[in-house]
């Protein structure tokens, strides 16, 4: 069996795949096709089946295990398997090992560094939060393995761990850069916030999407959505801390509110504080970055460019620069 990361244009495969997407459509000829995206944990692959589509459409839903017979080839850009023949498997731990996808980095030594960056929270009210948060094994537990979204960025289990972490970090970075070029702008910046506000802008994405083998939607995070999930959470923690000051405490909410920017981005506030503004810019930097490395890493196009990214609108230029010596 081969993994999806293994398939190449041209060639027949038999293997098993989780159905991540599905969907019955119909051609411009008026012929019913079933769309499909497939996945494991390397990632995933779009496919069709265009004969008696109707037929297996009853033979299988989203989530199942499915053993295809395919052929693979090159759609606009991107690998695209025609399914000849399918069934549906059952999900043994065999297969849930093969359908998990999992970052590449040691997730405890991930939870390592973000409790370093708790301890030097220096406010003993917001490092009690934070510590409450953070500290909880249960949370831990279930933060180490979710993903930081369906997919786009991060859509791996310690997804979310991963990328939490990177955007603290470049939230350090940029604070220690105006601390030590534009102190004026530094001392209207709260060290302690921004950096809490980092680790727990994303911490709705626990209730918003399952934990695999195939990652989807929540009734939760359907109905509410992870900004939303993450301020209830937020909320109910700070209750749980005696005294927790009552600025700090809207100023936390407030990221979480606006960490994705503008409102047609899913912001229900745009950043009103710099210590917001830092945040949504580190968020979507580590966001984009991920996601652009893991579009053009399944990239099949000829030449410098990527096929045409619809999410951004453009071609992503893949080369490299000839510097010349000393390059």
């Not at 991920?290 to 099949?300: I, P, R, S, V």
Request: overall charge negative.
């Amino acid at each position: 069996m081969k993994y999806i990361n293994e398939l190449k244009e041209g060639e027949r495969v038999e293997s098993v795949f989780a159905v991540s997407e599905k969907s019955l459509r119909i051609t411009r000829a008026g012929k019913a096709f079933l769309a499909l995206k497939l996945s494991d944990k390397t990632g995933s692959v779009d496919a069709v089946i265009w004969d008696n589509a109707e037929a297996h459409n009853q033979k299988f839903v989203k989530g199942d295990f499915l053993g295809i017979r395919g052929d693979v080839s090159n759609y606009q850009g991107t690998l695209q398997l025609t399914i000849q023949t399918l069934k549906k498997v059952e999900q043994t731990p065999e297969y849930i090992e093969r359908f998990v996808a999992t970052t590449d980095r040691d997730v405890d030594g991930l939870a390592g560094e973000v409790a370093e960056i708790v301890a030097g929270i220096k406010s003993p009210k917001v490092r009690e939060l934070i510590n409450n948060i953070f500290g909880d094994p249960g949370f831990m537990a279930a933060f180490k393995a979710a993903p930081a979204a369906k997919g786009i960025h991060h859509a791996f289990s310690g997804g979310l761990i991963q990328h939490t972490l990177k955007v603290a970090r470049l939230c350090e970075i940029i604070y220690k850069e105006y601390s030590e070029t534009d102190p004026k702008i530094a001392a209207m910046i709260n060290r302690d916030i921004l950096i809490a506000g980092a680790l727990l802008h994303d911490i709705g994405k626990m209730e918003e999407l399952t934990p695999g083998p195939t990652f989807d939607f929540t009734k939760k995070g359907r109905l509410l959505g992870h900004v939303s999930l993450g301020l209830l959470t937020l909320k109910a923690r700070m209750d749980e801390v005696e005294g927790f000051p009552e600025d700090a405490a809207e100023l936390l909410m407030h990221m979480v509110l606006s960490h994705h920017g503008e409102l047609e981005y899913g912001a229900p506030k745009r950043p009103k504080c710099l210590e917001a503004f830092i945040l949504h810019y580190a968020d979507n930097l580590d966001a984009k970055l991920q996601g652009l490395m893991e579009f053009a890493g399944k990239d099949l196009t000829e030449g410098d460019f990527t096929a045409y990214n619809k999410l951004y609108e453009r071609y992503f230029y893949k080369g490299r620069p000839e510097m010349g010596e000393g390059e």
